[in-house]
């Protein structure tokens, strides 16, 4: 994989992250959303400003995801930005929105960046 291939996949992780965190902010720990309705939901989730700042992000990533593609292997390229999506996550949730990191989830995190290495091994 060459550089540019590289920087866009970590372009696309780090919008992807983006997108997410900006739409936990939006809607995290708001279990009430729901409970007025489908429609209700649909129309309060719609209509915030951060989800559709958050979406915008997932637009940008699938920008920069597109131009990996299309110059990356898919079955290298996807599981490599997922994982750094995975990676980011668990710092931002972490430090942003003081989720804890348990022993569990680091092995996970281990299993899932090992997985990565074994893909990016030529044999």
Known sequence: MD?????LLVASAMTNALGSSVMKHAYGGDSSIIS???IA????????????????????SFFFMAAALSRTDLTLAYPLM??????????VGFFVFKEKITMLRVMGM????????MLTIKI
């Open 3 to 7: 550089k540019i291939s590289l920087l």
């Open 36 to 38: 007025s309705g489908l």
């Open 41 to 60: 939901a649909f129309l309060k989730i719609l209509l915030n400003p951060w989800i559709i700042l958050g979406l915008g992000m997932f637009g940008i």
């Open 82 to 91: 997922s994982g750094l999506v995975y990676l980011i996550l668990l710092f």
């Open 110 to 117: 281990g299993a899932i960046l090992m997985g990565i290495t």
